[in-house]
C-alpha cells in the first residue's frame, strides 16, 4: 500500500469495444460490494515471465510492451526484453554526454518508426533510440525543461504530440498537458483544483491510456472515464454506484494532497478514485489505491465487480490477481516480486489441482531471494 491512489474513473456510451464501451449493456454492477481477490474469477490463461538476470532490476517503475518487446524503465534505467524474458537491449546510461540522461522522467515506443524516447525533462532533451538500443538523436526541447519539471508519462498521439502526465506540486496543479514535439510548444490541458504540501505528488501510475488508436484517461475523485478528441475530453463512461464524492469546495480545501491524505479520506467513507486505467479488447481494469482494490468492467456482458487485491485461501482456488502494470493483447500484466511468488506459493501449497496455481508453485521452489521481478500475464475468460 505504498503505492499512490488518486484517480477515479466511471463508465457511459459508445462502442463495445472501447473504454467508452455501451453502459446499457445488461450485466451485475458492484461498486458498493467489494470481492475476495479472483473471487469468482475465471482465467483462460495464466503465464509467468522471468525477467532476465543479465541486469539487475530492481523496482520496476514503468512498463509498455510494444511490437512483441516488454519496455521496462527503474529510477535509473531502462530495458527492454523479449516475450520469453531474455534480454533485448539496454537504452543509454545516466550523464549529461549527448546520448545521456540525468533522470529519465517517461518514455514512450513509435511504432511507426520502431524508436524508443526517453525524455529528460531536467535537461529539456528528447533522447530517440533504434529498438536495439543504438543511439538515433538528441532533440532539445526548453519548453519541457520550463513548464514540466513534474512530467511522470507521457502516450503519443497523431501528428507527433505528446498527451503528458505530470506530478502536482504544490499550488502547480497541472496534471495534464500537450507536447507538440514539432514546434516544442506545450499547452496546459487539465489541473486539479487541491495542493499539495510542500512534495511533487502523483496523483496514480497510469491515468491516460492509448486503446484502438483513442486516447481516455480519469481524473482524481471522479467516477468517469474521459475520451480525448484532439483538443477536449469528454465523458464517456461513469462507473454506476459511486456515492460521497468530493465536491469542488471540497477539493479547493485540500492543502496536503498525498497519497495518506488520499487513503485517509477512503477510511472515512469518501470516493477517492482511481489511479490506474487499463483496457483490453474483453476488459477495463482500474486500479484503485495501487494495492489496495481494483475494478473490473467485462465489455463483452457488461458486469461490474470491485475486488481487494487481498485474498482468502480458503475461498480462492486460482492464482490471485496482483498489481496490475500494463496489458497486452487480451492479457493484464501484474508484477510479482521473488517474495511475493514465494507468498503466494506457501499460501496455497495444499491446492496442486490448479495448473495455473502449478505454476506459481514450480517458480517458487526455484526463483532467488534477489531474483528480478516477474511479469503475471492474466487472460481472464469471466468475472
Same mark, same amino acid.
Given at each position: 500500500?505504498?503505492?499512490?491512489?488518486?484517480?477515479?474513473?466511471?463508465?457511459?456510451?459508445?462502442?463495445?469495444?472501447?473504454?467508452?464501451?455501451?453502459?446499457?449493456?445488461?450485466?451485475?454492477?458492484?461498486?458498493?460490494?467489494?470481492?475476495?481477490?479472483?473471487?469468482?474469477?475465471?482465467?483462460?490463461?495464466?503465464?509467468?515471465?522471468?525477467?532476465?538476470?543479465? &541486469?539487475?532490476?530492481?523496482?520496476?517503475? *514503468?512498463? *509498455?510492451?510494444?511490437?512483441?518487446?516488454?519496455?521496462?524503465?527503474?529510477?535509473?534505467?531502462?530495458?527492454?526484453?523479449?516475450?520469453?524474458?531474455?534480454?533485448?537491449?539496454?537504452?543509454?546510461?545516466?550523464?549529461?554526454?549527448?546520448?545521456?540522461?540525468?533522470?529519465?522522467?517517461?518514455?514512450?515506443?513509435?511504432?511507426?518508426?520502431?524508436?524508443?524516447?526517453?525524455?529528460?525533462?531536467?535537461?529539456?532533451?528528447?533522447?530517440?533510440?533504434?529498438?536495439?538500443?543504438?543511439?538515433?538523436? *538528441?532533440?532539445?526541447?526548453?519548453?519541457?525543461?520550463?513548464?514540466?519539471?513534474?512530467?511522470?508519462?507521457?502516450?503519443?498521439?497523431?501528428?507527433?504530440?505528446?498527451?503528458?502526465?505530470?506530478?502536482?506540486?504544490?499550488?502547480?496543479?497541472?496534471?495534464?498537458?500537450?507536447?507538440?514535439?514539432?514546434?516544442?510548444?506545450?499547452?496546459?490541458?487539465?489541473?486539479?483544483?487541491?495542493?499539495?504540501?510542500?512534495?511533487?505528488?502523483?496523483?496514480?501510475?497510469?491515468?491516460?491510456?492509448?486503446?484502438?488508436?483513442?486516447?481516455?484517461?480519469?481524473?482524481?475523485?471522479?467516477?468517469?472515464?474521459? &475520451?480525448?478528441?484532439?483538443? @477536449?475530453?469528454?465523458?464517456?463512461?461513469?462507473?454506476?454506484?459511486?456515492?460521497?464524492?468530493?465536491?469542488?469546495?471540497?477539493?479547493?480545501?485540500?492543502?496536503?494532497?498525498?497519497?495518506?491524505?488520499?487513503?485517509?479520506?477512503?477510511? @472515512?467513507?469518501?470516493? &477517492?478514485?482511481?489511479?490506474?486505467?487499463?483496457?483490453?479488447?474483453?476488459?477495463?481494469?482500474?486500479?484503485?489505491?495501487?494495492?489496495?482494490?481494483?475494478?473490473?468492467?467485462?465489455?463483452?456482458?457488461?458486469?461490474?465487480?470491485?475486488?481487494?487485491?487481498?485474498?482468502?485461501?480458503?475461498?480462492?482456488?486460482? &492464482?490471485?490477481? *496482483?498489481?496490475?502494470?500494463?496489458?497486452?493483447?487480451?492479457?493484464?500484466?501484474?508484477?510479482?516480486?521473488?517474495?511475493?511468488?514465494?507468498?503466494?506459493?506457501?499460501?496455497? @501449497?495444499?491446492?496442486?489441482?490448479?495448473?495455473?496455481?502449478?505454476?506459481?508453485?514450480?517458480?517458487?521452489?526455484?526463483?532467488?531471494?534477489?531474483?528480478?521481478?516477474?511479469?503475471?500475464?492474466?487472460?481472464?475468460?469471466?468475472?
Amino acid at each position: 500500500m505504498n503505492h499512490f491512489r488518486t484517480i477515479v474513473l466511471c463508465s457511459l456510451a459508445a462502442s463495445l469495444f472501447s473504454a467508452c464501451g455501451n453502459s446499457s449493456k445488461s450485466g451485475e454492477y458492484g461498486y458498493k460490494e467489494l470481492y475476495s481477490n479472483a473471487s469468482g474469477i475465471t482465467f483462460d490463461d495464466f503465464d509467468i515471465v522471468e525477467l532476465s538476470e543479465d &541486469v539487475p532490476l530492481g523496482a520496476v517503475r *514503468k512498463i *509498455k510492451i510494444e511490437d512483441s518487446l516488454i519496455f521496462i524503465s527503474t529510477d535509473e534505467s531502462m530495458y527492454s526484453f523479449n516475450m520469453d524474458g531474455s534480454l533485448n537491449a539496454t537504452y543509454g546510461t545516466q550523464g549529461r554526454a549527448a546520448n545521456e540522461y540525468l533522470y529519465l522522467e517517461a518514455f514512450y515506443i513509435d511504432t511507426n518508426a520502431k524508436q524508443v524516447c526517453i525524455i529528460d525533462a531536467t535537461q529539456g532533451k528528447l533522447l530517440y533510440y533504434d529498438y536495439d538500443g543504438t543511439f538515433i538523436r *538528441k532533440q532539445k526541447l526548453e519548453s519541457v525543461n520550463n513548464k514540466l519539471n513534474f512530467l511522470y508519462d507521457v502516450r503519443l498521439l497523431p501528428a507527433g504530440r505528446l498527451f503528458a502526465h505530470n506530478r502536482i506540486y504544490n499550488d502547480n496543479g497541472l496534471l495534464f498537458s500537450i507536447i507538440d514535439l514539432n514546434n516544442g510548444s506545450i499547452t496546459d490541458f487539465k489541473s486539479v483544483p487541491f495542493k499539495t504540501a510542500n512534495t511533487a505528488e502523483y496523483c496514480g501510475n497510469h491515468l491516460c491510456n492509448m486503446y484502438d488508436g483513442r486516447l481516455y484517461y480519469i481524473l482524481p475523485f471522479d467516477p468517469n472515464i474521459y &475520451v480525448f478528441n484532439g483538443t @477536449e475530453g469528454t465523458a464517456c463512461r461513469e462507473i454506476p454506484g459511486v456515492e460521497n464524492i468530493p465536491t469542488e469546495k471540497d477539493l479547493k480545501e485540500i492543502t496536503d494532497y498525498s497519497f495518506f491524505k488520499t487513503y485517509n479520506m477512503y477510511n @472515512e467513507g469518501d470516493f &477517492v478514485g482511481f489511479s490506474g486505467l487499463y483496457e483490453t479488447d474483453s476488459l477495463i481494469f482500474l486500479n484503485e489505491l495501487e494495492g489496495l482494490n481494483y475494478y473490473i468492467i467485462d465489455k463483452n456482458t457488461g458486469a461490474q465487480k470491485r475486488y481487494s487485491y487481498s485474498y482468502d485461501e480458503d475461498e480462492l482456488k486460482t &492464482v490471485p490477481i *496482483k498489481a496490475i502494470r500494463a496489458t497486452y493483447k487480451n492479457c493484464l500484466i501484474g508484477v510479482a516480486d521473488p517474495a511475493t511468488i514465494t507468498m503466494i506459493s506457501e499460501d496455497f @501449497e495444499g491446492n496442486t489441482s490448479d495448473p495455473f496455481l502449478n505454476k506459481v508453485h514450480t517458480l517458487a521452489r526455484r526463483i532467488k531471494v534477489d531474483s528480478n521481478p516477474c511479469l503475471l500475464f492474466y487472460k481472464i475468460k469471466s468475472i
